[in-house]
Nanobody, 115 residues
Framework: QVQLVEAGGGFVQAGGSLRLSCTAS????????RAWYRQAPGKKRELVAS??????DYADSVKGRSTISRDNATNTLYLQMHNVKPDDTAVYYC??????????WGHGTQVTVSS
């Protein structure tokens, strides 16, 4: 079992920045990949960014203004986003995959971008 706790959501003005964190605990030794997803009202959950080893990938909608990173010492995953837009408003979730087959999700953190 892996427990994930997200933090850093809240209200942000358009054009501003945000930094989300996700701290993992429990059976973290088998984590093979990490990712951030988001779900806006009335929309499907979508992948925002992922990191596997040192390889990162980003959704086109956030590419160039977002950075996913991890701190192995604290078992924390981060998502830094600049120049946020109202379309970035969503609940953001972190997800880890263990041993390549089992996914664990956090409870989510709300991000609201005001124009």
């Amino acid at each position: 079992q892996v427990q994930l706790v997200e933090a850093g959501g809240g209200f942000v003005q358009a054009g501003g920045s945000l930094r989300l964190s996700c701290t993992a605990s429990g059976g973290i030794g088998g984590i093979t990949s990490r990712a951030w997803y988001r779900q806006a009202p009335g929309k499907k959950r979508e992948l925002v960014a992922s990191i596997t080893g040192t390889s990162t990938d980003y959704a086109d909608s956030v590419k160039g203004r977002s950075t996913i990173s991890r701190d192995n010492a604290t078992n924390t995953l981060y998502l830094q986003m600049h120049n946020v837009k109202p379309d970035d408003t969503a609940v953001y979730y972190c997800k880890v995959r263990v041993l390549g087959i089992v996914d664990y999700w956090g409870h989510g953190t709300q991000v609201t971008v005001s124009s």
